[in-house]
């Protein structure tokens, strides 16, 4: 099972981006999904994360007011929109899925069970 992450690329800051998070091999309206990122030397991070029905959305205080993550279950794909960027944003990002019961969603990158390949966002000053 894999995810497919795509939509990164190079942009100046200020600039915006939108990630997809895809797949065909799951029905990710049975899962809630966040994105994650990993700069160069440092460790994972929790970017955002969103519930099987899309209600209820969680985003790190970094990217809170910039990052916007939405689902389109029709379409079997979770989406990140990125705006204001900055250098800082430059990273690998990464889109995971999980079993959720409980409606909710998690923060925790090792509470996810599939994960995409990742997409490289690079951020120029």
């Known amino acids: 099972v894999q995810l497919q992450a795509s939509g990164g690329g190079l942009v100046q800051a200020g600039g915006s981006l939108r990630l997809s998070c895809a797949t065909s091999?799951?029905?990710?309206?049975?899962?809630?999904v966040g994105w994650f990122r990993q700069a160069p030397g440092k460790e994972r991070e929790f970017v955002a994360a969103?519930?099987?029905?899309?209600?209820?959305?969680s985003a790190a205080n970094s990217v809170k007011g910039r990052f916007t993550i939405s689902r389109m279950n029709a379409k079997n794909t979770v989406y990140l929109q990125m705006t204001g960027l900055k250098p800082e944003d430059t990273a690998v990002y990464y889109c995971?899925?999980?079993?959720?019961?409980?409606?909710?969603?998690?923060?925790?990158?090792?509470?996810?069970?599939?994960w995409g390949q990742g997409t490289q966002v690079t951020v120029s000053s």
């Open positions: 995971a899925a999980r079993t959720d019961v409980s409606g909710g969603y998690s923060e925790r990158d090792y509470q996810y069970q599939f």
């Open positions: 091999s799951l029905t990710l309206s049975h899962y809630s």
């Open positions: 969103i519930s099987r029905g899309g209600k209820v959305t």
